[in-house]
């Protein structure tokens, strides 16, 4: 009995030493800059909105958030890294659905990590793809390249941001809707992506509005087509594919952040709430619109629902075979 009653006393010591460790950690939080991982390329739309949302967190915390892009393995390479992580809340990515849970549906048992690896801290926005090619491209509307395609099945480049991501589903289910089949082209990211249909090396490329929007605006790139259920206020003359007739080319991807699963409660708090703030900001929902992304901010529960969501539909595309490793 007296040897039960010592162990009892032993580990309410200890749960009362790390209960007071965390409460010391969470309000001395942060006290130096954190790691922030983008698992793609510069320049596509989880970096654009990472950089965007981090700097207005970062006055919010009083600490810098420092950007790494580690692109590669449809985002699983930098997901690792975050997965992996001491869970401080000094390591968070700011990714999207292939990083966060895509890529590693996939992997299968193979994977690194999967979603219940990573703890949610918060949705940013919500971003439609566009269906864009060179402006010298002899496609000037979507019917002009759904012809083509028809035609010479398997003669079209199609470039997209990486195995898994919502731009790769977009395609598959592009080619399912026209019946035909492209020259599937993985990147590390929409930027790569995009920076190649600009070069002519490939035709097309499904990315999102944040990624391409400028090269549009500016006349690099034609936009044929938004995968999305409405139109983007920047470019209101470019059709819907709904609009275009296309059934089943319905997905839109998403950003946000996440941390590393045990990252102290008070920690995570901290966090959503610098990130809620940063959203309010009139100038980053601004930038993220003129970026024809929709701000649609979500606290840790509610994102963590959204994903799990998210995560049944992609196991569902690999049951069915849609979606499968390239």
């Known amino acids: 009995m007296m040897i039960d009653n010592i162990r009892r006393g032993l ?4 749960l009362g030493t790390l209960a007071l460790a965390t409460a010391s950690h969470a309000q001395s939080y942060p006290d130096r800059a954190i790691r922030t991982i983008v698992p793609f390329a510069p320049g596509g739309n989880a970096d654009v909105t990472a950089r965007l949302v981090s700097k207005a967190m970062s006055e919010k915390l ?77 496609y000037r509307t979507f019917e002009e390249f759904a012809k083509a ?10 470039g997209h941001a990486g195995n898994a991501t919502t731009n790769h589903v977009s395609v598959l289910q592009l080619q399912k809707a026209l019946d035909t ?12 992506a995009v920076q190649d249909v600009l070069g002519q090396q490939t035709d097309i490329t499904s990315a999102e509005a944040t990624a391409c929007m400028q090269f549009v605006l500016s006349g690099r790139l034609r936009a044929l087509a938004i995968v999305g259920d409405r ?5 209101p003359d470019v ?14 991807t998403f ?24 959203m309010e900001e009139p100038e980053v929902r601004g930038r993220l619109e003129q970026l024809g992304a929709t701000p649609a901010p979500q606290m ?27």
């Open 11 to 14: 580990a309410a010591v200890l």
């Open 62 to 138: 009083g600490q810098p958030f420092v950007v790494e892009n580690k692109g590669g393995a449809g985002g699983l390479i930098g997901g690792t890294v975050v997965a992996k992580a001491e869970p401080d809340g000094y390591t968070v990515m700011f990714g999207t659905g292939a990083p966060i849970f895509a890529s590693s549906v996939l992997a299968g048992e193979s994977a690194p990590y999967a979603l219940k690896d990573l703890q949610p801290i918060g949705r940013a926005s919500i971003v439609p793809l566009i269906l864009a090619v060179n402006v010298n491209s002899p």
């Open 149 to 158: 395609a028809k035609a010479a099945p398997g003669s079209i480049k199609f």
């Open 181 to 192: 089949n492209f020259i599937v082209v993985p990147y590390k990211g929409s930027s790569l």
């Open 231 to 235: 139109r983007l206020a920047a470019l």
């Open 239 to 252: 059709p819907t594919v709904g609009e275009l007739g296309l059934k089943g080319v319905d997905v839109t």
């Open 255 to 278: 950003s946000g952040m996440l941390v590393p699963k045990n990252t102290p409660q008070p920690v995570v708090d901290r966090l959503a709430q610098a990130m809620a703030q940063a």
């Open 300 to 326: 840790p529960a509610e994102f963590a629902r959204f994903l799990a969501g998210e995560e049944a539909k992609y196991t569902q595309l690999v049951q069915e075979g849609l979606l499968r490793a390239e």
